[in-house]
């Protein structure tokens, strides 16, 4: 079993939707959160990041942790079609000299 | 563009060669880590480096080797290559703290490697 499980869709959403993306994982001692996009042959670049549990709002980016759970969600709002690319949820126990643990990543496509 | 440059962009060789993948991190960011993106593999940490030091290290082969220079600059060394190294090779920066900063990691575009 992966420490980190996503589902690498792809997800086809008509533009205005609310995306739910998701990961679990198995480390309880992770206590950053990570959530990357990358578009197609591109680097990923960091969406946001959240320390230990609860909610982080990023205009239309809502990050979630629930710990008890191990369980983390982003949220896009009001999506749109520059929004398609592929979001890669990351972990890590500590934020300094620890490796950084990645989801496959999930496709996303906002349909027009 | 995050600033973080790579090169080169694209690399074709054959089994058995050695290459050297070279990145250079944002101004002012200490740290360096390598990654290798594979289909079925996803995004795999490699290794990470902080102002010249080896930090921490993830599942990187005996066959790959890595360094970070004093102007910061870092290579990454494969050799001995097979078909199956074959990936995109991604660097990334962050922080200049000491200790801080994983969370929040700047990538480069990656070089994209073809053993042929």
């Known amino acids: 079993q992966k420490e980190v499980e996503q589902d690498p869709g792809p997800l086809s959403v008509p533009e205005g939707a609310i995306v739910s993306l998701n990961c679990t994982y198995s480390?309880?001692?992770?206590?950053?959160f990570m959530w990357y996009r990358q578009y197609s042959r591109k680097g990923p670049e960091l969406l946001m990041y959240t320390y230990s549990s609860g909610n982080k709002e990023d205009g239309r980016f809502t990050a979630q942790v629930d710990k008890s759970s191990k369980y983390i969600s982003l949220f896009i709002r009001d999506s749109q079609p520059s929004d398609s690319a592929t979001y890669l949820c990351a972990m890590s126990v500590s934020g300094g000299y620890q490796k950084v643990t990645f989801g496959i990543g999930t496709k996303l496509q906002v349909i027009p | 563009d995050s600033g973080v440059t790579q090169t080169p962009k694209h690399l074709i060789t054959a089994t058995g060669q050695r290459v050297t993948l070279r990145c250079s991190p944002r101004?002012?960011?200490?740290?360096v880590y390598w990654y290798q993106q594979s289909l079925d593999q996803g995004l795999q940490f490699l290794i990470q480096?902080?102002?010249?030091?080896?930090?921490a290290k993830g599942n990187i082969l005996e066959r790959f080797s890595a360094q970070q220079f004093p102007d910061l600059h870092s290579e990454l060394n494969l050799s001995s290559l097979e078909l199956g190294d074959s990936a995109l090779y991604f660097c990334a920066s962050s922080g200049g703290l000491a200790g801080v900063g994983a969370y929040e990691q700047y990538f480069g575009p990656g070089t994209r490697l073809t053993v042929t």
């Open positions: 480390n309880s001692a992770f206590q950053y």
């Open positions: 480096y902080y102002n010249g030091e080896e930090r």
């Open positions: 101004s002012g960011d200490l740290s």
